[in-house]
């Protein structure tokens, strides 16, 4: 009851803490409540708290601390939201980036695996396509064109431009070829030429058994005709 000008119940001072603390309790609930089960005994204290506090104020003043205390819901509402919403977005950058080094790295393991395989079938047909020496039937002479085609078909496609580079300087492609000073013999003059009768005894008259000879040299000693005319170049002899 209302004595003059002066509050019965609080006074104006205690009246405002009353208010304030009003305010904050209802606001603890309300965090509370949206907080873990555990907290429950905690919740319903600080409520029983916050509702007698609210008794001790004016009605009229009620309603506006309520209105605060919604206020402050919403904002601890919107906070959490906004945090969880920033979590889930992390994890999803995480696990779009996981998926996405997942993906580059099976796409360069199949790129080298098709690769692998490529290169793998290019030296099959490489190594197809290479005849022996005996393959051929033995002529009493032969053109340059034959000599050349007879080495193309013994020599890798990889290895023939170095081996012709060797033989087109030794020999000029004549398989008569002798040199008069030291009697290197044949198309990759041989020094002495008797050398190819390893590879057969028509040494003298059959260029694919000096192709065949050649080759066998160049891989035993440089590793391939490449490696001979890697080594020619810097020296101009083999």
Partial sequence: MLEGNRVSRISVRGFAVASATAVTAVGSVVGVASGSVAQNNDAEAMAADATTLLADIPVGQQAQVQTVSLAQQADAQAIAAD???????????????????????????????EAKERAEQQAAA????????????????????QVQAMARSMVPASQFQCFSNIVNHESTWNYRAVNPSSGAYGLVQALPGSKMSSAGADWQTNPATQIKWGLSYMDGRYGSPCGAWAFWQANHWY
């Fill in 83 to 113: 945090a969880g919403a920033k979590k889930e977005a992390e994890q999803a950058a995480r696990k779009a980036a996981a998926e996405t080094a997942i993906a580059k790295k099976a796409e360069a393991e199949k790129a080298e695996k």
């Fill in 126 to 145: 490489s190594r197809n396509a290479v005849r022996d020496a005996s393959s051929f039937a033995v002529q009493s002479s032969y053109t340059v064109a």
